[in-house]
């Protein structure tokens, strides 16, 4: 006779498989271990400090969760995915996205959390993904899932695990020129100005699209400081607050070319999404 004890979660998965500890690298960088729980129910002493984990806000769905939805506990029958790259799959978009800019994680974390969490949010789905499922399971990723990349799968107690040898992208991200502004510290105001902008929100999609290609003339943070408007990270706004928005989304859109023009050589002109003539 034994005790039955719970399958391990997803997060507790991740971390026991060392042949995925790059992956879990990107798991560190977003846990959050606190001590600040509220105790009104916990029967504890007032001595006994008492600590929980969390991933950062962004993070969904939360790989240590139990629970698929917090309306109800009762006849749960939905659960959550995880696809965890394997090391080799994952070492080239590791050191030569990621760290071109930064030499470590945690220095692209500091800068960009977004830009990770964007990352992790790609190998994290809310709803059950059963192995039957995947040969027509393409649609967040761009990448289809099966035979060819399942490396392994395990039930865990919140949801399925996937090992996998591919990089999952939501959105073509990292491979697209987006991944220049999103990843490169030299353009954060550009990076901030498509965030934050409402007029030039949609560009995010625009410039990860894989059926248009599209040209940047990205200008560095040094020149739009020295036009007077710049992110300023104090009042998370672009200064000057009454027209910074206002000229960063002008020349944002005077910067992008719709084609691929790898070589300006020769005689004509281009024409820039926001109407600007390049000669």
């Excluded at 916990?42 to 006994?48: E, F, G, N, P």
């Excluded at 659960?79 to 930064?102: G, I």
């Excluded at 977004?114 to 993904?129: M, P, R, T, W």
Aim: charged residues 20%; hydrophobic residues 40%; glycine residues 6%.
């Amino acid at each position: 006779d034994k005790v039955l004890l719970p399958l391990p979660n997803l997060d507790e998965y991740l971390i026991e498989h060392p042949e995925k500890d790059r992956f879990a690298e990107f798991r560190k960088v977003l846990l959050m271990v606190t001590d600040t729980c509220t105790r009104d129910y916990l029967d504890v002493s007032k001595d006994l400090p008492v600590y929980y984990k969390a991933f950062e806000d962004g993070i969904f769905p939360d790989p240590g969760v139990e629970e698929y939805s917090t309306s109800s506990n009762v006849n749960q029958i939905i659960c959550f995915t995880m696809f965890a790259p394997d090391n080799n799959s994952l070492q080239e978009f590791y050191s030569n996205k990621f760290l071109k800019y930064y030499s470590t994680l945690d220095q692209l974390a500091n800068d960009r959390l977004e830009v990770i969490i964007d990352f992790v949010n790609s190998h994290l789905v809310a709803d059950d993904i059963w192995y039957t499922d995947l040969p027509s399971y393409e649609s967040p990723f761009g990448v289809l899932l099966g035979d060819n990349n399942i490396i392994s799968g395990r039930m865990a107690s919140n949801g399925i695990f996937y090992g996998i040898s591919e990089v999952l992208q939501t959105g073509n991200y990292f491979n697209s020129v987006y991944g220049e502004i999103c990843l490169n510290p030299e353009h954060k105001n550009f990076y901030m100005a498509i965030k934050l902008i409402k007029e030039i929100n949609s560009l995010r999609n625009l410039l990860t699209s894989r059926e248009i290609d599209y040209t940047l003339f990205l200008t560095s943070d040094s020149v739009f400081a020295a036009g007077g408007y710049f992110y300023y990270d104090i009042l998370s706004a672009f200064y000057p607050v009454a027209t910074g928005e206002e000229d960063v989304a002008e020349t944002v859109n005077l910067m992008i070319v719709r084609g691929d023009y790898g070589d300006l050589s020769g005689k004509g002109f281009l024409k820039t999404l926001g109407g600007g003539i390049i000669r």
